[in-house]
C-alpha cells in the first residue's frame, strides 16, 4: 500500500456547483424555498403559526428576502417545550428519522428529518467533504458517534453519497482506531478535533506516526476549536484541518464547511439562511461584525427551524473566498454566547484558556476549567493533563511550567487561576467531545 | 557511566503509586531502585530497572507521562565525609545536583551507592573522573545488586 499523502486537489465534484450560484440567482432560490417552508411551517406548527399572528404576519407579507428580520426567533427552549414533537410539520407516516440531542439533564432535544430532508443533509455532507478535497477513492473513518448524535450518521451518508469508502468505527476504542487507521491506509478522519490530538498522542506511544501514514484531511466539528489548535493538529500529523460547523436543532454537520483555503467555513445558503444578530437588541447586524449567528432552514419539512438563535458567536465574512465559492463564509467559531462565564465579575470564554495553555512551551490541549464559590468569591481552577512532551523529570521544571501557565491565562483572561496538573487522560470526554467546563456554582 | 532512569509523572493521591507498579510486576520487570519526589499535587517516580526501554513502553502504552534521563551512580565511602568528598569535587565548576537518591540492595562492603542527577552529566562526569571518583554502569550495577 502507497503509504505517501497524495496532495492533489481533485476536480469540482458536480454537487459542488451550488456552491457557485451567481449571488442574484442565490437569491431567487433562498427567497422560493423559503417562501414555501414558511407558509408549511404556518399551516402546521402551532407554535410558528401563534408567533406570526402575534405579529400580525401572514406567509405572504414575505415579499424579498430582506423580509425575513420580520419573523419571529426561535430558541432552544422551544424545542423543549414541545418535546417530542410538537415542532413537527409532517406526519409519521412521512418522517423516517429522529436525532436527539445527548442532554445530560431533563429532556434531550429531538429532531426529526422525512427522506427528502435527510437526501439534502447528505447533500450538504457530500458538498462539505467536496469542498476540502475528500473524493471517491478516499478511504474515510467517521469517529464520530454513531446514533441519536447526528455527527455519526451525517457524515457517514454524505461521505458514502460522495463515492468515497467509508469506515464506520464510531467513537471510542482508540487502539482500534489506530490499528485501522494505519492497516486500512485511511486518507481521512472524521471526529473532534480534541479526539484527534488524543488520537496523535495515542499514535506516539503505540510507536506510529501519523505524518508517515497516507490520512491527508482531518474533517472536525462538534466542539469550539483555535487557529492554535488546528496548528498543533496540522504539526503533529502533517494533515488538513477543516472545520466543519453544524448543529442538530438545523440538520447536524454539513450547515457550513471549510473548503480547502481553510479560510472559515462557507455556509451552504441555499439549505441554511444565515444571519447575524446583535444578542442583547435582537438587531441585525451587518456582515463583517460579529454576533449571535441565526439560521433558517429553506428546505427542512419535518422540523422546520425559523431564525434559530444558535448562541454560537461570529461574523459573516464581507469578501469573497479565493475559491470562487457565492456561499458567504463564517469566521471559525471559538466561542458561544452560553458558554460564557463570568468570574468575579470578568467575562471568560473557554477558548481564552485554550489559547493561553497553547502559547505555553510544551503545548497541553486538555483542559478542564472548574469554578467553584467559596466563602462568596469565585473560585477558577484549570486542571490540564501532563503530556509526555510536557513532562520534565525535576519539580522545579514541572512547578516553573505549572507558573508559565497561570501567568499566560492570566496575561489573556485577567484572572488568576489555580492550574493543577493531572495525569494523562483523566479529564471527563463524553461522546469524543472534550467536556471543557465545571461549574461548581449554586447562583 | 550514565544509568538510564525512567521519570513517570503521578497525581498525588491515593493508588496512583500502584498503577505504574502493578504494570511492571505483571510483566516481569524488577525495580532495581526507585524514589519519589512530591509536591501537593504531583508527584515524579524515579525508577531505575534492567530493562529501560521495555518498561518504557509498557509505561507510555499504558497512558502514563514517561520521560528516559540519564543519572550517574557514584560509589561513596559508607563513612563520615564520604558524600561530602564527591561534592567537594564539584564545588566551583558550576555543576548542580538536581537530585540524589541512594541504591537500595546490597553493595561492596564499606561502600554505598549514590544515584545522582546533575545538571550536566557529561561535564560532571569529566569532573569525577579527574578526581578519580568511581561511576558504576548499567551492567556493573545489575551484577552488584543481584551478586
Not at chain 1, 32 to 47: N, P
Not at chain 1, 89 to 106: C, D, K, L, N, Q
Not at chain 2, 83 to 93: H, K, S, W
Request: hydrophobic share 40%; glycine share 8%; charged share 25%.
Amino acid at each position: 500500500m502507497n503509504m505517501s499523502k497524495n496532495r492533489e486537489i481533485p476536480p469540482l465534484h458536480p454537487a459542488s456547483t451550488m456552491d457557485f450560484l451567481p449571488p442574484a440567482q442565490l437569491r431567487d432560490v433562498q427567497f422560493t424555498r423559503l417562501k414555501i417552508m414558511v407558509q408549511r411551517a404556518y399551516d402546521r406548527v402551532s407554535l410558528f403559526r401563534e408567533r406570526m399572528n402575534e405579529r400580525k404576519l401572514k406567509p405572504a407579507d414575505l415579499r424579498s428576502m430582506d423580509d425575513i428580520v420580520k419573523l419571529p426567533f426561535t430558541v432552544k427552549t422551544d424545542l423543549r417545550d414541545t418535546y417530542p414533537f410538537g415542532l413537527c410539520a409532517s406526519p409519521m407516516s412521512e418522517i423516517v428519522r429522529f436525532h436527539a440531542s445527548s442532554g445530560t439533564t431533563g429532556k434531550p432535544i429531538v429532531v426529526a428529518y422525512t427522506q427528502e430532508d435527510l437526501d439534502d443533509w447528505t447533500r450538504a455532507v457530500l458538498r462539505s467533504l467536496a469542498a476540502c478535497g475528500v473524493h471517491n477513492g478516499d478511504i474515510v473513518q467517521i469517529a464520530y458517534g454513531y446514533g441519536l448524535f447526528t455527527g455519526g450518521l451525517g457524515l457517514h451518508y454524505g461521505a458514502e453519497a460522495l463515492g468515497a469508502s467509508v469506515i464506520p468505527i464510531s467513537g471510542g476504542n482508540t487502539d482500534r482506531q489506530i490499528m485501522l487507521m494505519k492497516d486500512f491506509g485511511v486518507t481521512v478522519i472524521c471526529c473532534t478535533p480534541s479526539y484527534f490530538l488524543h488520537l496523535i498522542d495515542r499514535a506516539g506511544e503505540m510507536g506510529i506516526n501519523m505524518k508517515e501514514l497516507p490520512l491527508r484531511i482531518g474533517v472536525f466539528g462538534a466542539e469550539p476549536w483555535t487557529e492554535d489548535m488546528r496548528e498543533r493538529i496540522e504539526a503533529g500529523s502533517d494533515i488538513k484541518a477543516y472545520d466543519i460547523y453544524g448543529l442538530s436543532e438545523i440538520v447536524g454537520p454539513g450547515v457550513a464547511m471549510e473548503c480547502v483555503h481553510q479560510a472559515g467555513p462557507h455556509i451552504f445558503e441555499d439549505l441554511f439562511f444565515p444571519e447575524i444578530i446583535d444578542p442583547k437588541t435582537l438587531e441585525p447586524l451587518p456582515d463583517g461584525e460579529e454576533g449571535e449567528l441565526v439560521l433558517t432552514t429553506l428546505c427542512k419539512r419535518a422540523m422546520p427551524m425559523i431564525r434559530y438563535r444558535t448562541r454560537d458567536i461570529t461574523s459573516l465574512e464581507p469578501t469573497r473566498c479565493v475559491c470562487g465559492r457565492t456561499l458567504r463564509r463564517i469566521r471559525r467559531i471559538g466561542r458561544r454566547s452560553d458558554d460564557m462565564l463570568i468570574i468575579r465579575g470578568v467575562n471568560l470564554f473557554p477558548s481564552q484558556i485554550e489559547a493561553a495553555l497553547l502559547k505555553v512551551e510544551g503545548t497541553l490541549p486538555h483542559y478542564q476549567i472548574i469554578v467553584d464559590r467559596q466563602r462568596d468569591l469565585d473560585t477558577l481552577e484549570v486542571q490540564v493533563e501532563v503530556t509526555a512532551d510536557a513532562f520534565s523529570d525535576t519539580v522545579s521544571a514541572m512547578e516553573q511550567m505549572q507558573k508559565r501557565l497561570v501567568h499566560s491565562i492570566e496575561g489573556i483572561t485577567g484572572l488568576r487561576p489555580a492550574v493543577k496538573l493531572v495525569a494523562p487522560r483523566t479529564l471527563q470526554r463524553s461522546e469524543g467531545k472534550a467536556k471543557r467546563v465545571i461549574d461548581k456554582r449554586i447562583m | 557511566m550514565k544509568i538510564k532512569q525512567l521519570s513517570v509523572f503521578l497525581e498525588n493521591k491515593p493508588g496512583s503509586l500502584s498503577a505504574p507498579c502493578r504494570l511492571l510486576a505483571k510483566a516481569g520487570i524488577n525495580i532495581q531502585t526507585c524514589s519519589l519526589a512530591d509536591t501537593r499535587e504531583f508527584g515524579i517516580l524515579r525508577l531505575v530497572v534492567e530493562d529501560t526501554d521495555k518498561a518504557k513502553r509498557l509505561l507510555q502504552r499504558n497512558g502514563f507521562a514517561v520521560k528516559v534521563t540519564e543519572v550517574i551512580a557514584l560509589e561513596v565511602a559508607d563513612q563520615p565525609g564520604g558524600l561530602a568528598a564527591i561534592l567537594d569535587a564539584l564545588e566551583g565548576t558550576g555543576i548542580n545536583v538536581e537530585y540524589a537518591y541512594s541504591l537500595t540492595g546490597r553493595t561492596k562492603s564499606g561502600h554505598a551507592l549514590l544515584l545522582f542527577r546533575f545538571s550536566d552529566p557529561n561535564a560532571a562526569l569529566q569532573v569525577l573522573k579527574e578526581r578519580n571518583i568511581n561511576t558504576v554502569g548499567s551492567e556493573e550495577l545489575t551484577k552488584r545488586l543481584k551478586g
